[in-house]
């Protein structure tokens, strides 16, 4: 289930991924815009989608959470 979601968000987030390839996000950038949409659109409206993976990336608030999806979904 942790797969497809992430595989969902990294699909949505495509365009973010490929310009990120070009011209690397500074961490100012990323964490206001690229971890903020991922909050936006994800997370703060699905308690069980982010319920499920703060368990998985053993991360304890919502912040750190949008990093690591962020992290998990550029590998490569």
């Keep these: 289930m942790v797969k497809s979601l992430l595989n969902k968000i990294k699909e949505e ?3 973010e991924i ?4 070009i011209i690397q ?3 100012f950038t990323l964490h206001f ?3 903020m949409k991922i909050r936006n ?3 703060w409206n699905n308690k069980e989608i982010t319920q499920i993976l703060m ?4 991360s304890d608030n919502i912040d750190c959470l949008s990093h ?3 992290q ?3 590998k490569n």
């Design 13 to 15: 987030m495509k365009q």
């Design 18 to 21: 490929e310009i990120n390839k």
């Design 25 to 27: 996000f500074d961490s």
């Design 33 to 35: 815009a690229v971890c």
């Design 41 to 43: 659109r994800f997370l």
């Design 55 to 58: 368990n998985y990336f053993k």
């Design 68 to 70: 690591a999806i962020w």
């Design 72 to 74: 998990e979904i550029t």
